[in-house]
């Protein structure tokens, strides 16, 4: 086992990563191309074929490729290796993906959702390493869960667990784009940040990375938004932990750019909506993969029939 090389492929709405994976899991080269999603998914299957062979070609002589992990933007399907509907990918529905790439290839291909590879990623060589359970929250335009319990993805019964994004931290909050009042990710997502910028400024912006950028140049309302973003993902924290009892949270994606001011606001929210017992032993931290997460985890996963 320990001899087996793997490839691992993060499958974005814009772009595609792949990296070449040796057998200590370090990632030893690396490519990326266009996804073209509107181009169609059998296009994108050959495209990334082609990627994983060009990456296939740098392998010392000898060595062998195990497997290839795929990640992609929910919702999936991990056991058969389906992309259900995912809205950043357009027009694409029920398509058999992992099958599409290994009728190119010949190898062993498994799909997995982002954020799960993600977690699986940090877990085992990133911000969770020694965790025993870790909770990894993608904060980005969307907000989401993974959660790794014991060493393994708790995937729920419909492999929907994580929606931690649309719980509810006030009943009378702003309407989400759920439907629901006063979600987490009305207050922390991207497009929320930005909308209570505006709102407060009548500036116009155009990122939530640009409101970081003008928080860390000091402008208080940028810091107050942020603040209250991080306000809102210390309360889903503190649920998360008090459900789970897992006190290991790496956050990740765009939004967590903020870093501290962000992060110091939810370390700080936690204990006030947690028992002492839970919180004194939870850990805020931000993921330390960027990228790279999703493909080493995509390839874990790949690797490991139970991951
Ligand atoms: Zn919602």
């Known amino acids: 086992m320990s001899e087996l090389w ?10 595609f990563k792949c990296g070449l994976i040796s057998p200590e899991w370090r990632i030893v080269a690396r ?3 266009p996804t073209r999603a509107l181009e169609g998914p059998a296009q994108a299957a050959e495209r990334v074929a082609q990627s994983v062979r060009a990456l296939q070609a740098q392998l010392p002589a000898g060595a062998t490729l195990a497997a290839l992990g795929i990640c992609s933007p929910g919702p999936i399907e991990h056991n058969t290796g389906v992309i259900v ?8 529905r029920n398509v058999p993906f ?6 190119h290839l010949g190898i062993p291909v498994s799909l997995e959702h982002d954020a799960k590879a993600a977690a699986l990623g940090e877990y085992h060589f990133g911000a969770g390493r ?8 993608i904060v980005g335009t969307g907000i989401g869960a993974a959660f790794i319990v014991d060493g393994k993805l708790h995937r729920g019964e419909q492999d929907a667990a994580g929606e931690v994004g649309h719980f509810t ?8 784009t759920c439907g629901s009042n006063g979600c987490v990710e009305s207050y922390a997502g991207g497009p929320a940040i930005m909308n209570a910028y505006m709102y407060a400024t009548r500036k116009k912006v155009e990122s939530a990375e640009e409101i970081v950028r003008a928080a860390q140049n000091g402008d208080e309302i940028a810091q107050r938004v942020l603040q209250r973003a991080g306000r809102a993902l210390g309360v889903c924290i503190a649920t998360v932990a008090m459900t789970m009892d897992i006190s290991t ?3 990740f994606g765009s939004v967590i750019r903020a870093g501290d001011l962000l992060l110091e606001p939810a370390r700080a929210t936690v204990p006030k909506y947690s028992h002492k017992s839970i919180s004194s032993r939870v850990r805020v931290m931000a993921g330390e993969l960027g990228n790279d997460a999703g493909i080493l985890g995509a390839a874990w996963g790949a690797r490991s029939a139970d991951g």
Do not use: Y
């Not at 992992?98 to 009728?103: F, G, K, L, P």
């Not at 020694?130 to 929250?137: D, H, N, P, Q, V």
């Open 6 to 15: 793997h490839i691992g492929v993060d499958l974005g709405a814009s772009t």
């Open 31 to 33: 490519n990326e191309a």
């Open 85 to 92: 509907d995912p809205p950043n990918l357009t027009g694409w």
């Open 98 to 103: 992992a099958q599409m790439v290994r009728e």
């Open 130 to 137: 020694g965790a025993k359970s870790m909770a990894l929250i």
């Open 169 to 176: 931290v006030d009943m009378d909050g702003p309407i989400c």
């Open 249 to 251: 949270f790496v956050l």
